[in-house]
């Protein structure tokens, strides 16, 4: 391969770095507007060529990568354009993050001469380039893709067809970019009202990255932020124009992608605000200035309490609320050596989980009397509450030195009360909601978000770690159901995202299978994105949650961020587009069925493009 003479044109941050992954697997021939950056190629071996004409006629296969789409025709057909230097049979491949259709313009244009173009953008940023760990996204005709299938491996190994229409490849990667930016500002929103609750950044991003909330800007951009290191050097108005190309898209095609719309307008806000040699990573500052809060912890950030229950006795559960998920959790506990005793008014769940080995008690009061932890796990805050101080509830029954584990995803202003109505009778309570689904439960995986007194969680710990090792502590009492209403909420964020992009893919007649293959790969993931790939395809269910429920821990989020004063765009548009589904649809229809939505608003069916040729 050492003979082969291939040329690269665009050395920036991206291009420079692909283009030295060419240094010793060909001849490598280099051009670019800024004679230091490609001087800085001629001392590994490389040809610097006087213009882009000559990488032109000296090779048979060039690469370029460029800002955008009208930068690649007028390179090519500009003055002194590199198109008349190439020899019939050329081959060139475009790596710039384009428009398809001006791509395939340009491509028309090369086939008068006898010259075939492929796409092959990247996704995975500047240190996976370098590293030889970035995705490439190819389309175009296959005979020329097999003829070039060596020097792009050689880049890297992640090298995935997206057929033969060319164009494809680029507008893959402009859905994962318009992704990613969606998802990047709905994260730092989310966390940004998580902070003004007084949550640590550190805390959020251990339960976000072990939970559904979890993406590849949880997983880079967050602890990143937490050492105080930047998470990537791209530029702010390039991000924009990716984004400007998706929506350009969506309207052209007819299918709205109104989440990405909102990311567009902060970007452009950060880009006014901050001005054009902006990045991306300035919009940690944009997002802390519209919160009036910092994202990064403080030094006396609250810590997990490491004190522990030293009495050695093994306490005595009760458990209320049998529901999919509290039953799980209840049957997990039964395999802890602990004594259980449940209730629940429904008598079909009493008998499964007492035939189980759990104690049946006849009524609250009874329960709370005999049992030294009381774990509670209904729908609403307003349940919670009944369970507690209504008529014939637990208060009845409490006494001095219980503990009460609220597993609801509640209102924390509620949970607050609540926990003080019951320190005065000397009992704690502690708000633990769980995230991982009734199936998490029962494999003992769920995530548990705790608050409240310090004491009285350690006292718990190793029984909530029973039902799931990932056990983590936010601070004082509401502060696990602002945590699990922040997973919640970049949850719904996460799915929303990937609806109204998924189905703008399919509507310009992309493959899901393509899109599932390269972005999962790429910086636009997300946890939410991987679940729903496949269910679209078979009509499958990626969950149990009905949409009313879903609607109520939105706009509890929403509401703490009104209160707090974050802004929370994306997670307002998201709230809104979820309650006009439950309006729809019913609120008793599972999230799953969101799709449905999705697919009459474009006017495409997510099966078709699963057996798309």
């Known amino acids: 391969m050492t003979a082969v003479h291939v040329g690269y044109i665009g050395l920036g941050a991206m291009g420079g770095a692909l283009a030295r992954r060419l240094v010793d697997a060909c001849r490598l021939h280099v051009w670019d507007l800024n004679p230091q950056t490609a001087s800085r190629f001629e001392a590994a071996g490389a040809v610097v060529a006087p213009t882009a004409a000559e990488v032109a006629r000296q090779c048979k296969v060039v690469l370029l990568c460029l800002p955008r789409s009208s930068d690649v025709h007028y390179l090519l057909f500009g003055p002194e354009g590199m198109a008349e230097a190439l020899a019939p049979g050329s081959i060139v491949i475009d790596q710039t ?40 996204m190819v389309s175009g005709p296959d005979s020329a893709f097999q003829q070039v299938a060596h020097v792009l491996k050689a880049i890297s190994p992640t090298v995935v067809r997206c057929g033969e229409r060319l164009g494809d490849g680029q507008a893959i990667k402009m859905l994962n970019n318009a992704m990613n930016a969606a998802c990047r500002l709905a994260t730092l929103e989310v966390v940004a009202m998580g902070r003004k609750q007084g949550l640590s950044l550190a805390a959020m991003t251990e339960a976000i990255n072990q939970s559904t909330g979890r993406s590849r800007i949880s997983q880079v951009a967050l602890p990143a932020l937490l050492a105080g290191k930047p998470s990537s050097d791209f530029a702010l108005p390039l991000m924009m124009k990716d984004v ?22 902060l970007l452009q806000i950060g880009v006014n605000t901050v001005g ?53 959790i209840a049957r997990r506990l039964l395999d802890s050596s602990c004594e259980v005793h449940i209730h629940d008014i429904r008598a079909d769940a009493v008998r499964d989980l007492e035939a189980a080995g759990a104690v049946v008690s006849p009524d609250l009061p009874s329960l709370a009397r005999t049992c030294d932890v009381i774990m509670i796990c209904v729908p609403t805050s307003a349940v919670v509450r009944e369970v507690l101080f209504g008529n014939g509830g637990l208060g009845e029954g409490l ?66 770690q029973h039902t799931g090792p990932t056990v983590v502590y936010f601070g004082p009492s509401g502060s696990g159901n602002v945590a699990k209403l922040i997973k919640n909420t970049l949850g719904a964020c996460n799915r ?33 994105f991987e679940r729903i790939m496949p269910a679209l395809a078979s009509g499958g269910q990626t969950a149990q949650l009905r949409l009313e429920l879903m609607v109520k821990d939105l706009d509890l989020a929403c509401r ?54």
């Open 97 to 136: 993050s384009g428009v398809p259709e001006e791509t395939r313009a340009i491509a028309r244009e090369l086939a008068l001469r006898g010259v075939v173009m492929l796409d092959a953008p990247v996704a995975g940023g500047v240190a996976a380039a370098e590293e030889g760990r970035i995705t490439m």
């Open 244 to 265: 400007d190309q998706a929506i350009h898209l969506s309207m052209k095609a007819g299918a709205p992608i109104p989440i990405a719309g909102v990311a567009r307008a």
């Open 276 to 328: 054009p040699k902006a990045r991306l990573e300035d919009m940690i500052g944009l997002i802390e200035s519209m919160a009036a809060t910092r994202l990064r912890d403080d030094v006396d950030q609250v810590e997990t309490p490491d004190t522990a229950d030293a009495s050695g006795r093994r306490p005595v559960i009760g458990y209320v609320g049998l529901g999919s998920m509290g039953g799980a």
């Open 399 to 464: 006494s001095k030195g219980k503990i009460v584990v609220d597993q609801t995803t509640g209102d924390p202003a509620a949970t607050r009360a609540m926990a003080a109505e019951l320190e005065a009778l000397g009992v704690a309570m502690i708000d633990a909601p769980v995230s991982g689904g009734p199936k998490g439960a029962a494999e003992g995986k769920i995530v548990t978000f705790c608050g409240g007194q310090p004491q009285a969680f350690a006292r718990v710990r190793a029984i909530l």
């Open 496 to 528: 929303l995202i990937a609806y109204e992009t998924i189905a703008l893919g399919v509507k310009i007649g992309l493959k899901l299978g393509d899109m599932e293959r390269v972005i999962n790969k790429s910086s636009g993931w997300t946890q939410a």
């Open 560 to 613: 703490l961020g009104m209160e707090a004063g974050v802004p929370m765009l994306i997670a307002h548009t998201v709230r809104s587009t979820v309650e006009a589904g439950a309006n729809e649809l019913g609120g008793d229809a599972n999230l799953d069925e969101l799709s449905r939505l999705y697919e009459a608003r474009a006017g495409i069916r997510f099966a078709d493009a699963a057996t798309r040729n």
